[in-house]
């Protein structure tokens, strides 16, 4: 009798450690839409501060020369929302970024206007020192007159922001990266590397060095990496990290770790797409044999996060027999789906769908479905957003991956004690996801009154 309850014991654990894998480290709450507007989120910016409060930002484009920049904020893990506030309007903003950091919520805008001759795109950036509620005068980051993408950062106290300036006279693209010192009231212009090696850079800091992720589509389809070890005035020499990648391999995602520099991008070289992953441990020099995440294609627009549990990654999925949807009305595509490395990258749990999106309405395109994913960390745990149609029009959705941190506090009052000890004593026995199963074993047994024992008081 003992053998076989120990043999049950020891399966019910099992089981509990094998669901926690397929989640991640913390454990997927259930989704929500955080916007129900008339108007269509084309793009969506997420970014969370250091004290966890969540800033969402996106424009109405209703009026595209009257655009309309919406900000809005959750100190909840998104359950309640302030705003959305209109922090801007008037003009036309083609692009925009978001980045919350401890001293301030940074955004930058692309200004776009035009006259008989030309147009324009100029480069701002703009701050909040008080939680989004007020932002300073715009100021002009560089005076290139012809911004196409931007990525906006921030790190140690400095902010970085890469940005696209096209020349139309020359018919080229040439890269520059931003850095100011001062929060944002002077900027030092940096180009970076030839303008026809670098497509879509990303980039991530550490310890005062920058990791950038670049290439692919067409002219160079090899993703490549490369380091600059003095803020962005030099650049390590580019060496590739993929292996065979196809000619349309793009959008690469770069995270760090103590162990590893993990990248991942979108690749066709099977004639679909699949997400691409390989890492590297000795600084970037040598790259790992590339791995495909995706367990179903067609897969696109990775994403990556790191923290102290592992590395997360994130990907939108359109599923049909030839690797397009099958069918532009069909609930197969536009799925988020979801893996986790708890060692570094060396293995991946199976796939676990983030988006709960059963029914999508008939649509155009194969991209309006769950689609345009983004990652953003919380202290203990992080959340994905990302665009979804399901009712009929674009809005944003929220799902929060979180880490329980006091599991012995089973009713929740942030103090372990004889409360808890005593309503772990009236569930005893068999228990089917319960709080007072405080060690997740499928059962309420002596080792949870250990566990109560062992973390009596308050909560960290």
């Known amino acids: 009798m003992i053998s076989q309850f120990s043999s049950h014991h020891a399966a019910a654990a099992a089981f509990a450690a094998f669901a926690a894998g397929i989640a991640g480290a913390g454990q997927w709450q259930d989704e929500f839409a955080i916007t129900q507007d008339p108007w269509t989120q084309y793009r969506s910016y997420i970014s969370t501060a250091p004290d966890d409060t969540v800033y969402v930002l996106w424009p109405d484009w209703t009026d595209w020369e009257d655009t309309k920049v919406n900000l809005m904020k959750s100190a909840d893990h998104g359950q309640t929302w302030e705003g959305p506030w209109i922090i801007f309007e008037g003009l036309a903003y083609e692009n925009m970024d978001l980045c919350a950091d401890a001293e301030a919520v940074h955004v930058l805008l692309v200004e776009f206007y035009e006259d008989e001759v030309n147009e324009y795109k100029l480069l701002y950036h703009t701050k909040s020192l008080d939680g989004g509620l007020t932002f300073t005068p715009p100021v002009r980051v560089g005076e290139r007159e012809n911004i196409e993408m931007i990525r906006l950062y921030t790190h140690g106290g400095v902010i970085y922001v890469y940005a696209q300036h096209y020349d139309f006279d020359q018919d080229i693209a040439y890269n520059y990266l931003y850095v100011s010192t001062d929060g944002g009231e002077n900027w030092q212009e940096k180009p970076m590397l030839p303008a026809w090696d670098l497509h879509h850079p990303a980039l991530a800091f550490r310890n005062g060095d920058i990791h950038m992720a670049f290439g692919g589509f067409l002219a160079v389809p090899d993703i490549m990496y490369s380091q600059s070890k003095d803020q962005g005035d030099t650049w390590s020499t580019p060496v590739p990290v993929s292996s065979g990648a196809g000619s349309h391999s793009q959008l690469p995602q770069i995270a760090l770790d103590d162990n590893a520099v993990h990248v991942a991008w979108e690749d066709d070289r099977t004639d679909h797409f699949n997400i691409i992953y390989t890492r590297s441990t000795d600084g970037g020099q040598t790259w790992s044999v590339d791995e495909q995440l995706n367990d179903t294609y067609y897969a696109a627009r990775v994403k990556l996060l790191s923290d102290d549990e592992g590395v997360h990654a994130v990907w939108c999925q359109y599923h049909g027999d030839d690797g397009w949807p099958s069918s532009w009305s069909s609930a197969d595509y536009g799925i988020v789906w979801y893996k986790f490395s708890d060692d570094a990258g060396l293995s991946w749990t199976d796939e676990f769908r983030v988006s709960q999106n059963e029914s999508i309405p008939p649509i155009d395109l194969p ?94």
């Open 367 to 460: 991209d309006m479905g769950a689609n345009h994913v983004k990652l953003a960390p919380y202290t203990d745990g992080f959340c994905a957003m990302w665009q979804d149609k399901r009712d009929g029009n674009i809005d944003l959705y929220l799902r929060n991956n979180l880490r329980d941190t006091c599991p012995a506090d089973v009713n929740n009052d942030q103090t372990v004690d004889i409360d808890d000890l005593f309503q772990v004593l009236g569930a005893w026995g068999t228990c089917d996801d319960c709080p007072e199963d405080v060690n997740d074993s499928g059962v309420v047994d002596i080792d949870d009154i250990f566990e109560i024992l062992g973390n009596w008081g308050p909560c960290p």
